[in-house]
């Protein structure tokens, strides 16, 4: 409650330009104090609700765009680099009181609709954030992926970690010509939503996913 955040776009419009990171800076203001802190080439950031705890993405690289992921204490001012050289961040996510912290990475640039995300966790026993690439694979279909879609969220008491797991999609074919296309819209008489329905809410289905946890004690994944 006495801590303000707030982002300024320092960029200027210059198709020349060969930055690949978006001029974001961070504003850290503490209205007990007044004091200020800049944090340069932010792209997004999140807290924790219930602790002073701060998570930024930070661009680095000259050629392509790469992001650190930073954890800074807004109390003492300490932060550590908890992941670095990803190309993609998002889902950035904290338990209530910040001992846990939770995201999506790609460490691949990927031109696939559903990309093939990593689930990074730093619990508050880590130095840095961990893949639990291995512990998903024993639960995930080998043709599904983690849903960057969903957001990850956490119990109350922080211990136990919900995302979102979706099968892949089969690929649009855009080969075929418009007469080509067989166009069928089929809809049950006694099913509980009027087609005019689903296809308005066609897109969110598409987003669906199946709610995962992960426990931190039993370090088990249903």
């Not at 930055?19 to 209205?31: G, R, V």
């Not at 670095?84 to 609709?113: I, Y």
């Amino acid at each position: 409650k006495q801590i303000l955040l707030f982002l300024l776009n320092l960029s200027k419009k210059n198709k020349k330009s060969k930055n690949p990171c978006e001029s974001l800076a961070l504003i850290i203001k503490n209205l007990q104090s007044g004091t200020e802190d800049t944090i340069f080439n932010i792209k997004e950031y999140t807290f924790a609700t219930d602790f002073p705890k701060l998570a930024y993405t930070q661009c680095i690289g000259d050629s392509v765009a790469k992001y650190n992921v930073v954890i800074r204490d807004l109390a003492t001012k300490n932060e550590a680099i908890v992941q670095n050289n990803l190309h993609t961040v998002t889902q950035m996510s904290f338990d209530k009181k910040g001992k846990h912290f939770a995201f999506l990475g790609l460490e691949q640039k990927s031109e696939a609709k559903q990309k093939p995300f990593t689930l990074y966790l730093k619990t508050a026993n880590d130095t840095i954030a961990n893949a639990l690439t291995s512990k998903i694979s024993e639960i995930k279909p080998s043709d599904w992926v983690i849903s960057s879609d969903k957001q990850i969220t956490w119990s109350e008491t922080g211990q136990r970690m919900f995302f979102g797991l979706s099968p892949i999609l089969p690929i649009k074919d855009t080969t075929l010509l418009d007469d080509e296309i067989v166009n069928v819209e089929i809809w049950h008489y006694d099913s509980p939503r009027l087609y005019t329905q689903q296809e308005a809410t066609l897109e969110n289905d598409r987003k669906k996913a199946n709610n995962t946890m992960f426990d931190l004690d039993s370090l088990r994944i249903i």
